[in-house]
């Protein structure tokens, strides 16, 4: 096995909240002078890829938008392939979102109610409202077809707290609305195949590194790649243990400084 690319998640693989984590920063840094070729996947919509760049260059991780790929960015690229160009949407969602939207040429509709709405595309957004809620209920009851950057639960934040994800949002519209959506981000399979087309990755030679057996995990094992889960976020080794088969991972390290002593994963 030769591994090329190395994939990592960021909240809880990379950070928390705006605090390192221990040997990510070093580990990253190792992989690119070793000749790997490595991404940022998260699932979190509400930055730009600029501001995750930047976020990174802050911790001394030195990246570019090309090789950050986020949920929001995925749902772009995945509605630009359905020719939503010049089509309108009403986004629930943070500034990320609503940028990735109108750069591919989208209109964003402020209040859907009364009008024809293509698209309500929904993801994280801290300025929720009964309102908002029942502005993407009515454009989807209206036939606005459903878009869903991730179905994250969860955010994690520093020193282990937790925040409400984009995820709690989607299924308050999906409540109201009846309406299952098209889920873009991880677990959901394709952001993860925007993100191999883009660095022309086999996914055999590919490294997905998460904190989350649900999604990174589940995403890695779905597209084909070997994934390392690690135990600096989200899930615990005891669920892990307890997982069922496609949430299981293929390594499982305590940290990512880890990753690089075993040979299995470095493909050594």
Same mark, same amino acid.
């Given at each position: 096995?030769?591994?090329?690319?190395?994939?990592? +998640? *960021?909240?809880?693989? $990379?950070?928390?909240?705006? +605090?390192?984590?221990?040997?990510?920063?070093?580990?990253? %840094?190792?992989?690119?002078?070793?000749?790997?070729?490595?991404?940022?996947?998260? @699932?979190?919509?509400? #930055?730009?890829?600029?501001?995750?760049?930047?976020?990174?260059?802050?911790? @001394?991780?030195?990246? =570019?938008? =090309?090789?950050?790929?986020?949920?929001? &960015?995925?749902?772009?690229?995945?509605? @630009?392939?359905?020719?939503?160009?010049?089509?309108?949407? &009403?986004?629930?969602?943070? &500034?990320?979102? #609503?940028?990735?939207?109108?750069?591919?040429?989208?209109?964003? $509709?402020?209040?859907?109610?009364?009008?024809?709405?293509? &698209?309500?595309?929904?993801?994280? =957004?801290?300025?929720?409202?009964? +309102? %908002?809620?029942?502005?993407?209920?009515?454009?989807?009851?209206?036939?606005?077809?459903?878009?869903?950057? @991730? /179905? =994250?639960?969860?955010?994690?934040?520093?020193?282990?707290?937790?925040?409400?994800?984009?995820?709690?949002?989607?299924?308050?519209?999906?409540?109201?609305?009846?309406?299952?959506?098209?889920?873009?981000?991880?677990? !959901?399979?394709?952001?993860?195949?925007? *993100? *191999?087309?883009? !660095?022309?990755?086999?996914? #055999?030679?590919?490294?997905?590194?998460?904190?989350?057996?649900? /999604?990174?995990?589940?995403?890695?094992?779905?597209?084909?790649?070997?994934?390392?889960?690690?135990?600096?976020?989200?899930? /615990? %080794?005891?669920?892990?243990?307890?997982?069922?088969?496609?949430? %299981?991972?293929?390594?499982?390290?305590?940290?990512?400084?880890?990753?690089?002593?075993?040979?299995?994963?470095?493909?050594?």
């Amino acid at each position: 096995m030769s591994v090329r690319t190395f994939v990592f +998640d *960021l909240d809880g693989v $990379v950070y928390r909240g705006n +605090d390192p984590i221990p040997s990510a920063v070093a580990t990253i %840094k190792t992989l690119g002078q070793l000749g790997h070729q490595v991404y940022f996947f998260t @699932n979190n919509a509400t #930055k730009s890829r600029t501001s995750f760049v930047e976020k990174l260059r802050n911790m @001394n991780v030195i990246t =570019d938008e =090309d090789h950050v790929m986020t949920s929001a &960015y995925a749902a772009a690229l995945y509605l @630009n392939e359905q020719d939503a160009g010049g089509k309108t949407a &009403y986004a629930v969602g943070e &500034y990320g979102l #609503k940028q990735e939207l109108s750069h591919i040429g989208m209109t964003l $509709v402020d209040d859907p109610i009364g009008k024809k709405v293509d &698209y309500v595309v929904a993801g994280l =957004d801290r300025g929720f409202t009964y +309102d %908002k809620l029942n502005k993407a209920q009515q454009a989807i009851l209206s036939g606005a077809k459903f878009i869903a950057t @991730n /179905t =994250d639960s969860t955010l994690p934040l520093e020193a282990g707290a937790l925040a409400p994800g984009g995820g709690s949002i989607v299924a308050a519209i999906q409540t109201a609305a009846g309406v299952e959506p098209t889920v873009i981000g991880k677990p !959901a399979m394709p952001a993860i195949q925007e *993100l *191999l087309k883009i !660095a022309k990755a086999a996914p #055999k030679e590919t490294v997905m590194v998460g904190d989350r057996l649900e /999604t990174d995990i589940l995403v890695g094992n779905r597209a084909g790649t070997i994934t390392v889960f690690v135990l600096t976020g989200i899930s /615990t %080794k005891e669920e892990m243990e307890a997982a069922p088969l496609d949430m %299981k991972p293929t390594f499982t390290v305590e940290d990512l400084g880890e990753m690089l002593q075993n040979p299995c994963v470095m493909g050594r």
